[in-house]
């Protein structure tokens, strides 16, 4: 999808692959290649660094951010069911501008917690403190198109976005050394917790969405495209119209268990936005699906249940 289109065509299009699959590719993004192209090299830089220098930013109990040390999470648990730990080591950031306003409570305070940079790495705060702010952009650019393809106006998710409490994270999948256990993947199946993720993926491939029919189908890659998918708080907006689709990574048979390197940007609403269904997706006599959820606890809970 070329965001450089009309708006008035992409609502349409938007509405009608988010109602089948919840994942499509975007060009035409506006985010700078230099830029992108910084954050993405030092996150391989950081993951080629000594261990030792790795868990130096490890957070300590509580925090959200930083590094996630090889088979630390286990996103098959987010769905409330035991699954075995993830392939993949992750470092991550949040918003990298504090909020003015007061917290409401401890939980909201802690997703605007201190950033925790690698000193052995000094360039990487700068580059994914300048990507980080491309991204957020981007998000609300989605945002916008994704109220229009709903029948909304298109500032209608602003107040909502405004205080954004994002985060940002470079996954690394190693080249496999050992046996995974049996149900062990590069990354358990799950759903995305917030409105919208945007990945930046390499192509050694791996990333699979559940179709329909209960099919797992391969998302390839596309040279300066962002995958985009749809979260667990948009589905509840729009009382399922649009799919927060499972997905997994994979190690794919061709690449052999080649290293892989993904950047997803997970966009979310403010701590205190309320999620209930929107009005133009109920339809006389239906009831919405979902109670009403604040955005904030929702994603941390999910959050939580993901630790190992």
């Not at 401890?106 to 702010?133: C, F, K």
């Not at 192509?203 to 995958?227: H, I, K, M, Q």
């Amino acid at each position: 999808m070329d965001l450089t289109s009309d708006p008035v065509v992409l609502g349409p299009q938007i509405d009608a692959i988010c109602s089948q699959v919840g994942f499509f590719q975007i060009v035409g993004h506006g985010i700078d290649d230099e830029i992108a192209d910084r954050a993405w090299g030092l996150a391989r830089e950081f993951f080629d660094l000594p261990l030792e220098q790795r868990m130096a930013v490890a957070p300590p109990p509580g925090h959200p951010y930083g590094y996630a040390p090889f088979a630390a999470e286990s996103l098959g648990r987010s769905l409330g069911q035991p699954a075995p730990p993830d392939l993949k080591e992750a470092f991550g950031c949040g918003p990298v501008d504090r909020p003015t306003h007061r917290f409401h409570d401890a939980d909201e305070q802690s997703v605007y917690a201190a950033n925790l940079w690698p000193s052995a790495l000094p360039e990487l705060e700068v580059a994914w403190t300048t990507y980080y702010r491309a991204m957020l952009g981007l998000g609300g650019r989605l945002m916008s198109l994704f109220a229009l393809a709903l029948q909304l106006p298109p500032s209608y998710f602003d107040a909502m976005i405004d205080r954004s409490a994002s985060a940002m994270r470079a996954i690394n999948y190693p080249t496999s050394a050992t046996p995974a256990v049996p149900g062990q993947l590069r990354a358990g199946a799950h759903t995305d917790y917030g409105t919208l993720t945007m990945l930046r993926q390499d192509t050694v491939g791996g990333l699979e969405v559940l179709d329909t029919r209960g099919n797992w189908v391969a998302v390839p890659s596309v040279p300066g495209a962002f995958v985009v998918n749809i979260g667990d708080l948009m589905a509840r907006w729009t009382n399922d119209r649009w799919r927060s689709t499972l997905h997994r990574v994979v190690e794919p048979v061709e690449a052999g268990g080649a290293r892989r390197q993904s950047m997803p940007f997970f966009h979310n609403a403010n701590w205190d936005a309320a999620v209930t269904c929107l009005p133009s997706c109920l339809t006389p006599g239906t009831a919405a699906i979902h109670p009403p959820v604040l955005a904030g606890p929702h994603l941390m809970a999910k959050f939580r249940a993901a630790l190992v």
